[in-house]
């Protein structure tokens, strides 16, 4: 793999967007952060992202990508894997007496994840891959059957971790693609995607652990609940300190100091146009939403929406639709899976990942 003529190989304002990104997005921390080793360790996460982008997409370039349906089978594996652990964690908690807190804080418990929100963030992506998936097949067949398990499975899954902003990100993704991507699925495979959604829905609810955090239990907020979980009051206050340093920012991750919500920690703005200007500034800001944008409008403006690349289409827009409401760009392995949506996407696009980010085939 050549970098160099990996670069050579984008368009022209895609080439220059990231060049201008790399040469200005660490400013804001270096200049102002309070904790720099912190700000610069993030803000060198950014560069490894884009080699990792990179390197995927000169692999895809070079090799036969794998098919739709094998790749997110793929990672379906990969998660059906992961639930005995998880299973196994949760059964065999400790008395919270036990612990330093006194509770077993049940939000950050799931192994391997942060928070429970990053854990439902991907099933939503794993969720719409799927619906994807099914969204051509001419009627429900022994073969997708197959497919409606594993809806039912991350419907489940998605509503068990209460993750509001995955199902604002599935549901937006499935109305662009309705309006704007037809033909529209047959009568048959709707009824059947439905009936899956709703039973993996009612099967979440045998299982919730003792947290509100888990499960949509609507029927227990009052009229007066704050359903936007404090949202608003973050959104000003980025935009509050966007407007004192606008051009550079104030560095990577000095969210979490700058601001607390009633007196919890907050990381990031929940809002990955706020969070770029907040962290870097407009000028990089606008050069990594223009590269998003472009990577966007490539997976959209070629040729006919193919089985193959429906999936990863509608996966991104769930990725940037949860990312105006939570931390899409924030967590590494939520970057990480964008990359992977994106690159993959772009494959189906070419048929061989000739292209980037909207190069000429």
Request: charged residues 10%.
């Amino acid at each position: 793999m050549d970098y160099r003529q990996s670069l050579r190989r984008l368009p022209v304002q895609t080439r220059r967007a990231l060049i201008f990104f790399l040469a200005t997005f660490w400013i804001g921390a270096l200049l102002h952060s309070r904790f720099l080793t912190y700000s610069l360790v993030r803000a060198a996460g950014w560069p490894i992202h884009i080699l990792f982008a990179v390197a995927l997409w000169h692999f895809l370039h070079k090799h036969r990508p794998i098919t739709a349906r094998t790749f997110i089978f793929i990672l379906c594996a990969g998660y059906a894997a992961y639930l005995p652990l998880l299973s196994y964690h949760l059964l065999t908690a400790p008395p919270g007496a036990s612990l330093h807190y006194g509770a077993v804080i049940w939000a950050s418990s799931l192994p391997g994840y942060l928070s429970v929100r990053i854990f439902g963030m991907e099933i939503g992506v794993i969720l719409t891959l799927l619906l994807g998936l099914v969204w051509r097949e001419a009627d429900v067949t022994p073969r997708s059957s197959i497919n409606m398990l594993l809806i039912t499975a991350a419907a489940c899954l998605l509503c068990w971790s209460g993750t509001r902003s995955a199902v604002f990100g599935v549901a937006g993704a499935v109305m662009i693609t309705a309006f704007f991507r037809r033909p529209l699925p047959r009568w048959s495979v709707v009824c059947a995607v439905v009936m899956a959604i709703v039973a993996g829905g009612a099967a979440s609810s045998f299982m919730l652990p003792p947290d509100p955090a888990f499960g949509f239990r609507i029927v227990e907020h009052s009229l007066k609940a704050d359903y936007s979980a404090g949202r608003v009051e973050i959104w000003t206050a980025a935009l509050r300190l966007i407007m004192q340093r606008p051009l550079t920012g104030w560095g990577d991750g000095s969210f979490i100091w700058l601001f607390s919500l009633k007196g919890a920690v907050v990381a990031q703005p929940h809002n990955a146009i706020l969070q770029m200007l907040q962290a870097w500034g407009l000028p990089a800001a606008f050069a990594a939403l223009f590269m998003i944008g472009r990577i966007w409008w490539a997976l959209n403006r070629r040729g006919t929406m193919t089985t193959d690349r429906l999936p990863f289409v509608m996966a991104f827009d769930t990725l940037l639709i949860m990312s105006m409401v939570d931390g899409v760009f924030f967590h590494a392995r939520l970057i990480m899976l964008a990359v992977i949506i994106a690159t993959f996407g772009l494959a189906a696009c070419s048929g061989r990942g000739r292209a980037l980010a909207g190069a000429p085939e």
